[in-house]
C-alpha cells in the first residue's frame, strides 16, 4: 500500500446532496445463485429513475467482467472481489448516487467489511455512508429448481467447485435491514418494500 499519499479535501458530502437534491446510499444484495437478487435489483433500479432518482447497479456482469476479472472464486479471491464492488459502491453513494448492488457475497465478514467501508466517517465528513443490506431469502431447494443457468446441476455433478450453496457456505445475514423472502413475493412487491423502507428512513426525499 502507497503511504506517500495525501487526502486532498473537496465538496462535502452534504454540498453534493444539496446540488444533487437527493442523499447517496447502497443497497447490498446478499443471496444464493438464482434467489432473485439481480431479478429485484435491476426492477428497483428501474423504479428510482423512473422516480427521478440517481440510480446505478452493480452486478456480475459488469464487474467480474471488467474490474474484477482477474479474480477467481476461491476463499480470497472472493473476499478481494467484495472489498472492490464495496470500494466502488462507496465512491458512486459519495457522489449522491444510489448505489444498487447485486451479488452472492456469501461470508458475513465480507459484508461486515462493506458495511464498515461505508459507514466509518471519511477525511472531512462528520457522518458515514448509509449502507442498508438486503437479504433475498430463498431455500436452496427452491433455487435450484430455478437454475437458469444451469449453474446448480453443474455444481452437482462437479464441474463447478467452490459453488455456493452447494460445496461452498453461504453465511446468512444475522441483522439485515431488509430481507426479502422472493418464493412468496413477486418482484413488484419486493421494490415496494424497498422503496417504503427508503422512504420511511428518509432516503427518499420528494422530487422536485
Not at 455512508?129 to 430463498?138: A, H, L, R, S, Y
Amino acid at each position: 500500500m502507497s503511504t506517500n499519499i495525501t487526502w486532498h479535501p473537496s465538496l462535502s458530502r452534504t454540498e453534493r446532496n444539496t446540488y444533487r437534491k437527493q442523499q447517496g446510499l447502497t443497497l447490498w444484495f446478499t443471496g444464493l445463485s438464482a434467489s432473485g437478487k439481480s431479478t429485484i435489483a435491476t426492477a428497483l433500479e428501474q423504479h428510482l429513475l423512473h422516480l427521478g432518482y440517481a440510480a446505478y447497479r452493480l452486478d456480475g456482469d459488469n464487474v467480474r467482467f471488467g474490474l474484477n476479472k482477474d479474480l477467481g472464486f476461491s476463499p480470497k479471491d472472493r473476499e478481494e472481489n467484495i472489498r472492490r464492488i464495496a470500494e466502488v459502491a462507496k465512491l458512486f453513494a459519495d457522489s449522491s448516487t444510489i448505489a444498487v448492488t447485486s451479488f452472492i457475497s456469501p461470508y458475513r465478514a465480507d459484508r461486515q467489511l462493506a458495511r464498515e467501508l461505508h459507514e466509518k466517517p471519511a477525511a472531512g465528513e462528520e457522518t458515514g455512508i448509509p449502507f442498508v443490506e438486503v437479504f433475498i431469502d430463498v431455500p436452496v431447494e427452491v433455487a435450484e429448481k430455478r437454475d437458469p443457468k444451469g449453474l446448480y446441476k453443474k455444481a452437482r455433478e462437479g464441474i463447478i467447485k467452490d459453488f455456493t450453496g452447494i460445496s461452498a457456505p453461504y453465511e446468512e445475514p444475522e441483522n439485515a435491514e431488509l430481507v426479502i423472502k422472493s418464493a412468496e413475493k413477486s418482484v413488484e412487491e419486493a421494490v415496494v418494500e424497498i422503496v417504503k423502507y427508503l422512504t420511511d428512513k428518509g432516503y427518499l426525499t420528494e422530487r422536485p
